[in-house]
């Protein structure tokens, strides 16, 4: 018995580093949106460059949010087989 509530304590754990790690993956994609927009303001010449970045920015976060949201899945599923 003792052992399943430490391989659920561990699970948990596993659980809210991904959680974690998905609200900065949203904070650096919103500040990624704001150096956008902030570069458009201060130089709208180089409005390309700004739009690359944030395309590469976006897509990371994006690579790396899949990446979390499916280790969060197998976290849930294991959760579930040891009840």
Not at 24 to 52: D, E, M, Y
């Amino acid at each position: 018995m003792k052992t399943v509530e430490i391989d659920k304590n561990k699970l948990d754990l596993l659980y809210r580093k991904s959680l974690q790690n998905q609200n900065a993956i949203l904070l650096l994609a919103t500040s990624g949106a704001f150096a956008f927009v902030g570069t458009f303001i201060w130089s709208p010449s180089n409005i390309r460059l700004g739009l690359g970045l944030i395309l590469m920015i976006w897509f990371l976060c994006w690579v790396w949010y899949k990446k979390t949201n499916s280790e969060m899945n197998l976290i849930l599923e294991k959760l579930e087989s040891l009840k």
